[in-house]
């Protein structure tokens, strides 16, 4: 009976001491409900860790009072916090938000200022105002030279900067391949384009005049008056073009392809006139093949004439005379001023003529077959006279409309220039048929 009694007393003992356990833990946790929002403590802390003084528990209440605050709070929804936003109840105020309006005084970028604020103190506002930190720059300023836009029309330095042109040869006087608007000349450019040939430095307006088959001082005569091949017609293959009009003229197998047969009576090729009177000399190059030859007083068989400088006292002509090659060029005043050489020359032969003429000091030169051989100076007029009533003609003179000393035989490779040539470029077209 004792026995039963001690282990009913035990039992209860027990029962006492679980429920006592339960009631503390539930003391515990009542003592925790305020920090649950923090997520319950792991299993196995005490009723200490719901100490107020605790750290880490203080951290939590910190980092939930952030999360409370104004920072992530955007109250208009334009995408900006309180923090930042100027105005978080207008949703059109936040940082970088576009001010158009000069007349209205919100500030809508939160930057500070307005549209009316104008900080070079210009007159303009800073919203029209293109460059708001120069003074020399706003609307309907004076547009100047400085690479800058000063009107604020969107473009820069128009229609006061200059127009520069590349000299590519170096000769001061530019092209027109390349040019550049600038405030000042950049190297390498000029601001003239009046070269006509901007790869040649001996090629510029006022240069001195070669006879290099170029138009050396740019006033737009060529040294070549006229090149006629003669191969099926007298078609001009020169720059300007001076085609012939044929009148009894066949056309025959020559030195160089074909050439023109003249039948010693009615043929003549006519040429425009008022282009082919060289003033600064004179050169005619061209190939020749008698077919027969006059003597005596009228033994004149004219090639090339311009005017008629065989019997009256103007122009030029190249003619065979007596079978001797004859260079007249007369001043107006005097008729018969020739070069003749004494070549006594005869028929079916191939012979290439060139005669010159430099009107700078007076010397007249024949060559054939790239030979001199007959030359004067100091005879030839400082100043060539022509009659523009007379045509210049191959294969006859034309004299007051009645055409003489016709030419019986074949000419080819008819050339003129407006210089004279020198013995180098006599050789030059006599071996590759061109001077240059």
Same mark, same amino acid.
């Given at each position: 009976?004792?026995?039963?009694?001690?282990?009913?007393?035990?039992?209860?003992?027990?029962?006492?001491?679980?429920?006592?356990?339960?009631?503390?833990?539930?003391?515990?946790?009542?003592?925790?409900?305020?920090?649950?929002?923090?997520?319950?403590?792991?299993?196995?802390?005490?009723?200490?860790?719901?100490?107020?003084?605790?750290?880490?528990?203080?951290?939590?209440?910190?980092?939930?009072?952030?999360?409370?605050?104004?920072?992530?709070?955007?109250?208009?929804?334009?995408?900006?916090?309180?923090?930042?936003? %100027?105005? =978080? *109840?207008?949703? $059109? @105020? !936040? /940082? #970088?938000? +576009?001010?158009?309006?000069?007349?209205?005084?919100? &500030?809508?970028?939160?930057?500070?200022?307005?549209?009316?604020?104008?900080?070079?103190?210009?007159?303009?506002?800073?919203?029209?105002?293109?460059?708001?930190?120069?003074?020399?720059?706003?609307?309907?300023?004076?547009?100047?030279?400085?690479?800058?836009?000063?009107?604020?029309?969107?473009?820069?330095?128009?229609?006061?900067?200059?127009?520069?042109?590349?000299?590519?040869?170096?000769?001061?006087?530019?092209?027109?391949?390349?040019?550049?608007?600038?405030?000042?000349?950049?190297?390498?450019?000029?601001?003239?384009?009046?070269? %006509?040939? =901007? *790869?040649?430095? $001996? @090629? !510029? /307006? #006022?240069? +001195?005049?070669?006879?290099?088959?170029?138009?050396? &001082?740019?006033?737009?005569?060529?040294?070549?008056?006229?090149?006629?091949?003669?191969?099926?017609?007298?078609?001009?293959?020169?720059?300007?073009?001076?085609?012939?009009?044929?009148?009894?003229?066949?056309?025959?197998?020559?030195?160089?392809?074909?050439?023109?047969?003249?039948?010693?009576?009615?043929?003549?090729?006519?040429?425009?006139?008022?282009?082919?009177?060289?003033?600064?000399?004179?050169?005619?190059?061209?190939?020749?093949?008698?077919?027969?030859?006059?003597?005596?007083?009228?033994?004149?068989?004219?090639?090339?004439?311009?005017?008629?400088?065989?019997?009256?006292?103007?122009?030029?002509?190249?003619?065979?005379?007596?079978?001797?090659?004859?260079?007249?060029?007369?001043?107006?005043?005097?008729?018969?001023?020739?070069?003749?050489?004494?070549?006594?020359?005869?028929?079916?032969?191939?012979?290439?003529?060139?005669?010159?003429?430099?009107?700078?000091?007076?010397?007249?030169?024949?060559?054939?077959?790239?030979?001199?051989?007959?030359?004067?100076?100091?005879?030839?007029?400082?100043?060539?006279?022509?009659?523009?009533?007379?045509?210049?003609?191959?294969?006859?003179?034309?004299?007051?409309?009645?055409?003489?000393?016709?030419?019986?035989?074949?000419?080819?490779?008819?050339?003129?220039?407006?210089?004279?040539?020198?013995?180098?470029?006599?050789?030059?077209?006599?071996?590759?048929?061109?001077?240059?």
């Amino acid at each position: 009976m004792l026995k039963g009694l001690v282990r009913l007393r035990a039992q209860i003992y027990v029962v006492a001491g679980m429920v006592t356990a339960i009631f503390l833990l539930l003391v515990d946790l009542v003592a925790c409900m305020p920090e649950l929002k923090y997520g319950s403590p792991p299993c196995g802390y005490d009723s200490a860790d719901c100490d107020s003084a605790d750290t880490e528990v203080d951290s939590v209440r910190e980092s939930d009072s952030a999360l409370d605050s104004d920072e992530l709070i955007d109250a208009d929804g334009d995408g900006f916090g309180a923090s930042e936003d %100027c105005d =978080d *109840d207008n949703a $059109q @105020v !936040y /940082p #970088g938000a +576009p001010e158009t309006d000069c007349t209205d005084p919100v &500030d809508y970028n939160c930057d500070g200022s307005t549209g009316y604020a104008d900080a070079d103190a210009d007159g303009v506002p800073a919203c029209q105002d293109c460059d708001d930190n120069n003074s020399e720059i706003y609307p309907e300023a004076t547009e100047v030279c400085d690479e800058q836009d000063n009107d604020c029309d969107g473009a820069v330095d128009e229609g006061v900067a200059t127009t520069f042109y590349s000299d590519i040869d170096g000769d001061g006087h530019g092209g027109s391949q390349f040019e550049v608007e600038a405030c000042t000349q950049p190297i390498g450019f000029v601001a003239s384009a009046d070269d %006509c040939d =901007d *790869d040649n430095a $001996q @090629v !510029y /307006p #006022g240069a +001195p005049e070669l006879c290099d088959g170029q138009d050396n &001082d740019c006033d737009g005569a060529e040294d070549t008056l006229g090149v006629w091949p003669l191969t099926a017609s007298s078609v001009d293959t020169g720059p300007l073009g001076l085609n012939g009009t044929d009148t009894s003229v066949a056309y025959v197998a020559a030195h160089v392809g074909n050439g023109a047969f003249f039948n010693g009576s009615s043929s003549r090729v006519e040429l425009p006139y008022t282009e082919l009177q060289p003033t600064g000399g004179l050169t005619i190059s061209l190939w020749m093949w008698p077919e027969m030859l006059h003597t005596g007083s009228s033994g004149w068989d004219c090639l090339v004439t311009s005017g008629s400088a065989v019997d009256s006292s103007n122009g030029y002509a190249v003619c065979l005379h007596n079978k001797n090659l004859s260079f007249c060029t007369d001043d107006g005043t005097s008729a018969g001023n020739c070069l003749e050489d004494g070549g006594g020359y005869s028929s079916g032969d191939w012979h290439h003529v060139v005669v010159t003429w430099d009107v700078s000091s007076g010397t007249r030169t024949i060559y054939v077959d790239n030979v001199i051989t007959a030359t004067d100076t100091g005879v030839a007029p400082a100043t060539p006279v022509y009659d523009a009533s007379i045509a210049t003609t191959m294969g006859v003179d034309i004299n007051a409309g009645n055409q003489a000393a016709a030419f019986n035989g074949t000419l080819d490779e008819v050339k003129l220039l407006s210089c004279p040539v020198s013995a180098a470029q006599v050789s030059s077209d006599y071996t590759s048929n061109w001077f240059f």
